[in-house]
């Protein structure tokens, strides 16, 4: 009965879109009970990153780099966006386009799930060293990407490698869930146009009992398994009067029970997507106004 009522409720929401002030009380509550269960009993319940799951990660960003090498030489189409015209007018236009990667996200491996978008913008009147002034000032995070960013420092740069850590967080319905994370981040030119850089997790925890007295770091690989790795892969290429930047964004989480995949799939998908959104634009808002001739500059001043 739960399956077929749940089935249905998520069909009706899915097709009208009605809030869930709008839907019977009845089956808000079992919607809201569902939630309830779905966020606290499932994602909250600890767990382990196993051997295989990481296998299984390091050989899908292998091939994600692979396939990053064949956009680079000379002729080949080195954006996304410039494979579809509908798409390429549409980012021209000033719009934040946001897709899946691949016939099914998330993929699933073993014992995790591996979530992979990509999204791309156009920033117009400005130059590619006008948006790295942003993405490479570390210290800023906090600012530009909250409130998901709460803490933000560097710890290492240099001209092609540097090193930054960041404190992720995120509320889900009552309870907040943080990581405490540190990255690697190469920078490489392909041309006076175009360029790319490639981020990873080389460490994460998360933090139990968050904002509490008695909060702790747990051991890395334990804990909810929301986030075990991320990996972010970002294009530029200079032109038309300003930048297009693309973000592949691809997770490693753990993995949902079957019984329950047909429900939770389509929230993790909406938050992704949306998640996406957010950083695009968020950056975009920073680099325009670092553009201005009244805005803060990289170092603070006016």
């Given amino acids: 009965m739960w399956d077929g009522e749940l089935r249905g409720l998520w069909q009706r929401f899915e097709l009208t879109g009605r809030p869930l002030a709008a839907q019977p009380a009845t089956s808000c509550r079992l919607l809201r009970t569902t939630l309830l269960f779905v966020t606290f009993l499932v994602p909250m319940r600890a767990a382990n990153l196993r051997n295989e799951t990481v ?5 899908y960003i292998q091939e994600v780099n692979s396939q990053l090498h064949e956009r680079v030489p000379a002729g080949s189409p ?9 798409r390429l007018a549409k980012v021209r236009g000033g719009e934040i386009v946001v897709s899946p990667v691949g016939v099914h996200t ?4 073993p014992f995790g799930l591996i979530h992979h978008w990509i999204g791309a913008i156009f920033i117009a009147n400005t130059t590619f060293h006008q948006v790295q002034s942003v993405l490479r000032d570390y210290g800023r995070y906090k600012e530009i990407y909250r409130p998901t960013v709460m803490e933000s420092r560097p710890v290492k740069l240099s001209e092609a490698e540097e090193r930054f850590s960041l404190l992720l967080a995120n509320r889900a319905l009552f309870r907040k869930i943080a990581l405490e994370s ?6 490489f030119r392909v041309d006076d146009r175009r360029r790319y850089s490639i981020a990873q997790t080389t460490h994460i925890h998360e933090l139990a009992e968050y904002g509490a007295a008695s909060q702790y770091a747990l051991p890395e690989d334990q804990g909810t398994g929301l ?23 691809i997770v490693l989480s753990r993995d949902v029970p079957a019984s329950l995949r047909w429900f939770v799939d389509p929230i993790i998908r909406r938050v992704a997507k949306s998640s996406l959104i957010t ?19 990289v170092g603070g001043s006016r």
Avoid at 78 to 86: G, K, M, P, R, Y
Avoid at 229 to 248: M, N, P
């Fill in 78 to 86: 080195f954006l996304w966006v410039d494979q579809s015209a509908e």
């Fill in 182 to 187: 540190e990255y690697r981040s190469l920078q």
């Fill in 55 to 59: 296998k299984a990660w390091e050989d």
């Fill in 106 to 109: 998330p993929k699933e491996v």
């Fill in 279 to 297: 950083s695009l634009q968020q950056t975009r808002d920073a680099v325009i106004s670092d553009s201005r001739p009244a805005g803060r500059s």
């Fill in 227 to 249: 986030i075990w790795r991320l990996f972010a892969l970002t294009r530029f290429e200079e032109r038309e009067g300003g930048v297009y930047i693309e973000v592949e964004a």
